[in-house]
């Protein structure tokens, strides 16, 4: 099954002609179901004057889960007057799309969600084009309010083994970094963030006198990538330098700031073959990592 015009094309036009839209490409659904990921959601966007984000479960939210598609808009803040909203999943070989109706969202004074926990079918998603390539799209539309200069769409996708997936810190005069401090590798790039790994020497929290502490820190973004929390899935490391048997902690989830652990590596262990001639290389190694940028 083939599309009829690139996807980046179908983005394009539909932002055209649904001016009052946000419209959510999500490249690798597979993965969703591999990595174990119960849903994904969008960054914040602004339509008629209030802030929302999209709410996507690929397979299925509670007793829908394995079989349908379920998609909720979710506010950001208070709700003051009733909007007419719609959602839907955007077919890709003709001009259609699948939604439940024209539905109103009410006035709240919290942020809330509505939505449909069976937007569309596993099967009919597949079956009649609405997933080509592992690429899906759907979205939001509001009806009845003053329509922008163009609609807005972001991209979303889960990359395995990524470019400069495996990052490694060389701490050279190790017996100088300050034991009681925080310390930070130099950033790097992974994806569309900045990222930058960091050591407590004599350890953190309630591990200090005990353990070497390491994690990950996610930092700022680059070029066009929405802010939004970042799915990782990751090892962190430190080398053995005599006989690459290394120290490894599996770490996943959903990033706003860091992950890692207070309890990496007993700090008794911190000798040789680990740390050799005042050296100690810590790393990690990304097998996934969760891009979004606008499109």
Known sequence: MSRPIPIEEMVRVFKSRHRTSHLFKIDNFSLFKKYQLEKVNSSVFDLGGHKWTLCVFPNGRKNASGHYVSIFLMSQASVNVKIEYELFVVSQLEQK?????????????????????????????????????????C????????????????????????????????????????????HHSHEFVVGNRKWRIQVHPRGFGEEKDESFSVYLLGEGFINNASKTKTYAKFKLRVLDQVNRNHVEKTCSGWLETSKGFADFMCLTKLVEPYLVNDKLYVGVDFEVVSVATYC
């Open 139 to 182: 979205g939001v539309k509001l009806h009845g309010i003053e329509p922008a200069e163009s609609g807005t769409a972001e991209c979303f996708s889960l990359i395995e083994n990524p470019l400069n997936h495996k990052v490694t810190w060389m701490m050279t005069r190790f017996s100088s970094f300050e034991p009681e401090k925080a």
């Open 97 to 137: 799309w699948e939604s439940y109706g024209h539905r109103e969202f009410g006035i709240y004074p919290k942020p809330t969600g509505k939505g449909n926990p069976k937007l569309i079918s596993l099967v009919d998603l597949e079956r009649n084009g609405y997933l080509i390539g592992d690429s899906c799209m």
